[in-house]
Each structure stands twice: as structure tokens, then as C-alpha cells.
């Protein structure tokens, strides 16, 4: 592209990098950005810097938050007792738009996976454990992945719980981790409602 303004090319690269965005898709975003910069340009540059310096994780839960605590955290209308555990803050926010949850939530921040090197030191299980000492949690829905490093994860947490809290995981054959945000919110939402206690996965009960 060396026909290309190097601002030009710059802005391309830059969008290209986002997930699933190619260079030819790259490419018409940043034409619209440059034919609406006097509007959209400041706006994005507000929001990037906002990024930068305001964005944070919520110091229980970990999801987005401007705040010490974020918006799901802060509700007082939210159930106390039953928080859903998920991999990441986009499975938190698919779960959320189903409407079907009440509760509240734990982000791991990723999977237990001893060939990648992640350990249960190396995700948010710790913190988890402290919120089942320190608050009136009676529930955990494991809303976290079916593969090999979802079910050790979820092994391990059932393990060093050991009955403390009832301990249970939405209905399986449901799409996880990059494919959980595409699931259809119904799908989704009936798999919290029918979510299953985990001794019944371990015991090879269905």
C-alpha cells in the first residue's frame, strides 16, 4: 500500500489488529473515520484516553469498571447469595444480556491449562475462595468452558471448596469462551435455568 498516505496506512494497521477485522475491512473503517474525523475523531480519541486512564476491574468481581466496584457489584437489587463464574468479561457480558441472572459474578481471567503454563496461582481462584470466606455466597454457577482445561478448572475449584457452597454449572453443549457472546440469548439464558450440580458431571451423571 505504498500508494498510501503513511497516516493512512498507520490507521489501517491499527484497525487491523482488532479480532476478526481484516485488512480490506480495515481499510473501509478507517476511509469512514477519515471522511467523519472532524465528528467521530474527537469522540474516539475521548474514548481511548477515557480507556486509558478511567477503565479498571471491579475489585470483586473483575469485570470493567470506572470505579472501585462496577455497576453489576454496586446494584443493591442484586442477589447476594449466587455468583456466576466465567472465564472472561465477555462471557460475563453474554450472560448478562440474557436477562435470566440475578446474581453476581466472578471473571477468572482464564483457565487452569498446564501445557500453556497457567497454574491456579496464575487466575483470579484465590480471590474467589476469599469471597466464599468473606461473603453470604450460597451458589456458584460455573458458567466456564467443556474442554479439557474448563473441566480441570472447575475439578480444582470444586476441590478446594469441598462443600461449602453448592456448587453447580449451566446446562452443557453450549457454546464457550470466543463463541459464547454469539450464543442466542434464549439458548443461553435457559442453560443458567438449567444449570446442573457438578457432582452429577464428575459422577457421569446426565
Known amino acids: 500500500m505504498n500508494h498510501l ?7 489501517i494497521q491499527s484497525l487491523s489488529q482488532l479480532p476478526g477485522i481484516g485488512k480490506k475491512t480495515a481499510m473501509r473503517l478507517a476511509m469512514y473515520i477519515v471522511d467523519h474525523k472532524d465528528k467521530i475523531g474527537p469522540e474516539f480519541a475521548s474514548s481511548l484516553t477515557r480507556i486509558g486512564t478511567e477503565l479498571t476491574n471491579c475489585r470483586i468481581c473483575g ?3 470506572d470505579q472501585e466496584l462496577c455497576t453489576i457489584c454496586a446494584d443493591p437489587k442484586r442477589e447476594n447469595n449466587v455468583v456466576c463464574v ?5 462471557d460475563l457480558i453474554a450472560i448478562e444480556e440474557t436477562g435470566q441472572f440475578h ?14 503454563g497457567v497454574g491456579p496461582d496464575d487466575i483470579r481462584i484465590q480471590s474467589l475462595l476469599d469471597r466464599i470466606a468473606s461473603e453470604e455466597i450460597t451458589e456458584l454457577i460455573m458458567a466456564i468452558s467443556s474442554t479439557i482445561e474448563g473441566d480441570t478448572t472447575l475439578y480444582y475449584i470444586s476441590q478446594q471448596i ?16 470466543g463463541e459464547l457472546e ?6 443461553l439464558g435457559r442453560a443458567i435455568l438449567r444449570r446442573t450440580p457438578v457432582e452429577h458431571l464428575f459422577n457421569g451423571d446426565h
Request: net charge negative.
Open 182 to 187: 454469539y450464543a442466542d440469548d434464549f439458548t
Open 86 to 90: 466465567v472465564e472472561s468479561v465477555k
Open 162 to 177: 469441598g462443600g461449602r457452597v453448592t456448587l453447580s454449572s449451566i446446562a452443557r453443549g453450549v457454546a464457550f469462551g
Open 5 to 11: 498516505p503513511n497516516s493512512f496506512e498507520s490507521l
Open 63 to 65: 469485570h470493567y469498571a
Open 103 to 116: 446474581g453476581r459474578y466472578h471473571v477468572l481471567g482464564g483457565l487452569i491449562s498446564p501445557i500453556d
